[in-house]
Structures are given as C-alpha cells and as structure tokens.
T-cell receptor, first 111, second 112 residues
C-alpha cells in the first residue's frame, strides 16, 4: 500500500514550457487535491476533485488545469510555465472529506 | 483574508518540556480541525484532529484543545522530543465543504 505518490519529485522548466504532474493513490479515495506551498504562505489549494470525472477550482487556480479521468489519478497541468509557479506542489486525498493524506511533493523550478 | 492564522512563525522548546502551538480562526462555520506535521522535503503527515462538538482530544503525547468562543485551537506536546522538530500546520474544514483551509505554519525546534 503505497498511499499517495507523486511524479516527478523534481523538475526544472523554462518559462513558457508545459508539463504535467501526476498524483496517484491506491486507497480508493473519492476526493483528491492539489496544493502549492510557498515560504510564509502555508498550503494553498489549486484545484480539487470530489470524484472521477469531476474537478473544481480552489484558492489559486490561475495558470493550472487538472483532470481526473481515473479515480486513482489526479493530473495537474501547467500549459505555459511562469517563474511565479516555482513552488513545491503537494497532492492529497481523502475518503471522507476531512483527514487528508499527502504525497511527498514535487519541487518545481521555473527559470 | 486569512481565515486560519498561526501568528508564531517559530518556537523553540527544551527537550522534555511542553510545546504549545497556537492557531486562531475567523470562520464560525468551521466544524473540524486538524494538525499536520511536516519534515523538510516530505509531505505533511496527519497528527491529530478534533470535532467542533468537543473541546479536547488526546493521543499519546499530543493533545489538541478547542475554544470555540475564542475561535482558538492549540496543540500541546508533552514531553517534547528532538524528533518533534518540524513545521506544524493547523487546518480547518468548513461545514459541508470538502476543502481544508491551512494556516501558514509554525516551525518547532526542540533543543536537546
């Protein structure tokens, strides 16, 4: 039981490049979330999903898109990366909408 | 508008003493509160939670207290151990909402 996994662990992009971050969970959780963590800002919600095929915007959705084609996977896409998107990205999941379980994070640097 | 606030960015405590981390919130609709612990280069891990119908929850060395009238949450760790050195986030859930709102975190350092 791996819990929540994230791919890749670290990535460097140039401004304007695109990439997709993958989150996978093997706990059969309905809800999945993408956060970013920046110094002094805590964890801010980007997008979330309450079930397969559904997505919704969080607190800071601009510049990101998401998809939840399979229950166990939640993808976060950056279509045209900007230096302001340099951050650590965390995925989380939960079965009951309360206690969320987090992945190890993806560190992204946009030059 | 920051609905969950952790006003102390850092805290240092001697090993064996009590660590008290504080969290304030403004949204009276929050019905469930959690504490997460985060080590560098790792994801946050769930520590302890409390429902708004309670005022205290205990799990080993960790106790969370909730004062609804003051909209204040605290985490007590006793006795503090070196492995408790980490960043602690408090989080709150809005009633009927699947989302959590996080504080900005407090870095706890346990001094041997």
């Amino acid at each position: 039981n791996a819990g929540v996994t994230q791919t890749p662990k670290f990535r460097v992009l140039k401004t304007g490049q695109s990439m997709t971050l993958l989150c996978a969970q093997d706990m059969n959780h309905e809800y999945m979330y993408w956060y970013r963590q920046d110094p002094g800002m805590g964890l801010r919600l980007i997008h979330y999903s309450v079930g397969e095929g559904t997505t919704a915007k969080g607190e800071v959705p601009d510049g990101y898109n998401v998809s939840r084609l399979k229950k166990q996977n939640f993808l976060l896409g950056l279509e045209s990366a900007a230096p302001s998107q340099t951050s650590v990205y965390f995925c989380a999941s939960t079965i009951e909408g309360r206690t969320q379980y987090f992945g190890p994070g993806t560190r992204l640097l946009v030059l | 508008d920051q609905q969950v606030k952790q006003n102390s960015p850092s805290l240092s405590v001697q090993e064996g003493r009590i660590s008290i981390l504080n969290c304030d919130y403004t949204n009276s609709m929050f019905d469930y509160f959690l504490w997460y612990k985060k080590y560098p280069a790792e994801g946050p891990t769930f520590l302890i939670s409390i429902s708004s119908i309670k005022d205290k929850n205990e799990d080993g060395r960790f106790t969370v207290f909730l004062n609804k009238s003051a909209k204040h949450l605290s985490l007590h760790i006793v006795p503090s151990q070196p492995g408790d050195s980490a960043v602690y986030f408090c989080a709150a859930r809005d009633f009927g909402n699947e989302k959590l709102t996080f504080g900005t975190g407090t870095r706890l350092t346990i001094i041997p």
